[in-house]
């Protein structure tokens, strides 16, 4: 059955974008471009407008979302463990190498050909038909954990708990370097205007803030425990590249990546603590080192 929307509209804009940016940030995969696929007949505070209806703020948006087509995803194995599952959400150990969804150059075998072999129609609908179950993203490269959402309720609730910080992610990370003991950086993070498939320190970016602390210094190198309050793309990546001390292994934003013997890079989301999205009770978990990371850290240890 379609899905009532009804909200109101906190700025002034045009309606599809207003409507987009809504959708998007209660989990939707929906562009602007997309709504004018998707025939929406949109009510402005009871009168149907058009897309390109100029809002003021304040006015009440209200419309029927159709349900998403069919999915034309052929469920695969893929490799990656469920680390915990009941009936709204599942906890994903996601190995280097994996691309979470369906994009451009990566049509079979992401995360979500896996976890419809695993899980069959077990997942949430909001993400649309080639993001199911999808809340949140690690990078291919990225090894960890991540939430699965199986129920429309749950990544409802698990979107909102993003955008109010209420999900902790740790991260354990080898850099290049001995940085300071501890450090937070709070810089804006956009698209490298000089090459489109990196991300930079950008002054028209949005806000990035990622905290760390030194666990170990190494040879040449430090061991450390990042959280970030804010989930930009490559955000600790850049971040740490950005003051100096980028990650062992990395391809975009670090010279020498070949030298480490690493499946992706030295990046692990490695402990995930939240409130159930259902139930509300205090969840977390935690996963060892994958196993050329720990080589790595025994190697420079010597």
Do not use: W
Request: charged content about 25%; proline content about 6%.
């Amino acid at each position: 059955m379609p899905t009532s929307i009804e909200f109101v509209a906190q700025q002034a804009g045009r309606l599809d974008r207003v409507v987009a940016e809504y959708l998007q940030s209660q989990g939707f995969s929906v562009t602007r471009s997309g709504l004018k696929s998707l025939a929406v007949e949109m009510r402005v505070n009871g009168q149907v407008r058009k897309l390109s209806y100029e809002l003021k703020g304040g006015e009440r948006v209200a419309f029927l979302l159709p349900d998403p087509e069919p999915s034309g995803l052929v469920p695969e194995r893929v490799n990656f463990s469920i680390v915990y599952q009941d009936e709204d959400i599942a906890i994903i150990n996601k190995p280097a190498g994996v691309v979470v969804h369906p994009a451009h150059g990566h049509t079979s075998k992401t995360l979500v050909h896996g976890l419809l072999y695993e899980l069959g129609e077990k997942l949430s609908s909001v993400g649309g038909v080639e993001r199911p179950g999808i809340v949140h993203r690690l990078d291919k490269d990225t090894a960890g954990l991540l939430i699965v959402a199986l129920t429309d309720r749950a990544h409802h609730q698990l979107v909102l708990d993003f955008q109010h910080h209420r999900i902790q992610k740790i991260y354990y990370a080898i850099v290049k370097g001995h940085p300071p003991e501890s450090g937070h950086i709070e810089t804006p993070i956009g698209r490298n205007p000089l090459d489109r498939k990196k991300m930079a320190v950008v002054p028209s970016g949005k806000m990035a803030i990622t905290d760390y602390r030194v666990l170990e210094y190494l040879r040449d190198h430090a061991l450390l425990e990042v959280s970030i309050l804010t989930g930009r793309t490559h955000q600790i990546r850049v971040h740490m590249a950005h003051i100096g001390h980028p990650i062992a292994g990395d391809p975009l934003y670090s010279r020498h990546a070949t030298r480490y013997d690493l499946v992706g890079i030295a990046l692990c989301a490695k402990q995930l603590s939240f409130l159930h999205p259902v139930t509300r009770e205090s969840l977390s978990f935690s996963i060892d080192l994958p196993e050329d990371i720990k080589r790595l850290l025994h190697s420079l240890r010597g």
